[in-house]
């Protein structure tokens, strides 16, 4: 049975528009051949809470999903080596 998810990860501010779509479009295959994409929303570039790595901004992406409980590990795998990604989240919403 497949659970839904949302995750959220933040691009390097640094990375031209070329770059950080070319990290939005790996995520966006990875998800479409391991699991359900069900939407995927670009914030943009958006302040900080808080300094990551010195910057004070970042671009955010907001993708919602549905995966078999085994699949959010992976993605987590994958935001961890992908150059360009500063920050992440994956949340298992209640169905």
């Excluded at 501010?13 to 779509?21: H, I, M, S």
């Excluded at 900080?48 to 590990?73: C, K, M, Q, R, T």
Aim: avoid cysteine.
């Amino acid at each position: 049975m497949a659970n839904l998810y949302e995750a959220i990860f933040i691009v390097n501010p640094e990375f031209d528009e070329e770059n950080t779509k070319s990290v939005i479009e790996k995520v966006k295959n990875l998800i479409e051949t391991s699991a359900q994409l069900e939407s995927i929303d670009e914030w943009g570039k958006r302040k900080l809470a808080y300094p990551i790595n010195y910057h004070n901004e970042g671009y955010y992406v907001l993708v919602n999903f549905s995966a078999d409980s085994n699949f959010p590990s992976e993605l987590e795998r994958i935001f961890k080596i992908t150059d360009g990604i500063i920050k992440y989240l994956i949340v298992k919403k209640k169905n």
